[in-house]
């Protein structure tokens, strides 16, 4: 398939997975009603305009923006280790983001935080942003910043936060360890308009740069030696990169949990249909992550209606499959 008949393809079918997302729930919504609620058109129409407006569309959207930001970094990811197998929590941000959601949870209780996201959610970014900033400094020297090294040091960030993680469950209460459990399932009930705006405000600047680095991602696939022959500014890159990741990765687990194997699926399911040229993988994956997590949203809120089941496991039943898939195929890949 061509690049650009993917992106088209995927363009059609994001509006159309969005409108099912607004659809579909415990109550199923008409879609002619919701079309009418949506370009306001309203009249007699009361409750399920509450419904659309203050429920449903907003977790569509947030789900979307979501999806698609984690979807857009780990192709970046991908194209900076040069490594088909890595996502965005190797540099720490989820490990880094559940230390600092169990810490407010087990400390301060979760409670209501400022601008729409609770306490949870800014320990969340918090601490995600802080394992990003430690694993970037751990990494950079005199002569530059180290992509193995960065590896390296995100792997041990990650343990050091597994183990932080576990003594605060030892010392947390029944209802403590049930909330840390939920959150790192991943969920978007908690989507509302102060979140969408947040999320979408960090979303533009990562969809407006992130795509901008195509070609230097491009060159990098080559090796940072031929990079810089080719006149790429490789740390300014690199550190541009892990920056956008950790703030566009931060937001989305700040809102929704810790959602794992969108950014590893869907850029490698994105890279076997066209190719590794980031000019079109960065868009392409964007658009295919928003609606593989909206579809996934869907059915956790359908399958066992009226009790949602967190997100987080669907995509895991769907990463961890086709993860060990790509274990079994490592040597096609070089790795």
């Keep these: 398939m061509s690049p650009r008949r993917l992106v088209w393809l995927l363009a059609f079918a994001l509006p159309v997975c969005l409108l099912a997302a607004v659809m579909l729930g415990a109550v199923r919504l008409p879609a002619l009603d919701v079309l009418a609620v949506l370009v306001g058109r309203d009249d007699g129409l009361d409750r399920l305009a509450l419904i659309v407006r203050q429920l449903r569309l907003p977790r569509a959207l947030l789900t979307a923006l979501v999806g698609a930001m984690l979807a857009i970094c780990g192709a970046a990811m991908q194209g900076l280790f040069r490594n088909p197998l890595a996502d965005p929590s190797l540099i720490g941000v989820t490990a880094g983001a559940s230390v600092g959601a169990s810490l407010v949870i087990v400390f301060a209780g979760g409670a209501a935080g400022f601008i729409g996201l609770s306490l949870v959610s800014l320990g969340a970014f918090v601490g995600g942003t802080a394992a990003v900033l430690l694993v970037y400094r751990l990494a950079t020297g005199p002569g530059g910043t180290s992509v193995a090294t960065m590896l390296l040091a995100g792997i041990a960030i990650g343990a050091l936060a597994g183990s932080v993680g576990s003594l605060l469950e030892f010392h947390a209460d029944n209802e403590m360890l049930r909330r840390i459990s939920l959150w790192r399932m991943g969920g978007l009930d908690g989507a509302n308009w102060p979140r969408v705006a947040i999320v979408a405000g960090v979303s533009a600047l990562v969809f407006w740069v992130l795509p901008r680095q195509a070609d230097a991602l491009n060159a990098l696939l080559l090796g940072e030696s031929e990079a810089r022959h080719l006149g790429i500014a490789v740390d300014r890159i690199k550190r541009r990169l892990v920056l956008l990741t950790a703030a566009g990765v931060g937001v989305s687990v700040a809102v929704a949990g810790a959602i794992t194997f969108v950014g590893l699926v869907?850029?490698?399911?994105?890279?076997?249909?066209?190719?590794?040229?980031?000019?079109?993988?960065?868009?392409?994956?964007?658009?295919?992550?928003?609606?593989?997590?909206?579809?996934?949203?869907?059915?956790?809120?359908i399958v066992v209606a009226p009790t949602e089941l967190p997100v987080g496991l669907l995509t895991a039943l769907l990463g961890a499959p086709f993860f060990i898939s790509l274990l079994r195929r490592r040597r096609e890949y070089g790795l």
């Design 266 to 301: 869907v850029p490698h399911i994105v890279r076997m249909l066209i190719g590794p040229d980031h000019r079109w993988l960065l868009p392409a994956s964007a658009l295919a992550g928003a609606i593989l997590l909206l579809l996934a949203d869907t059915l956790a809120r």
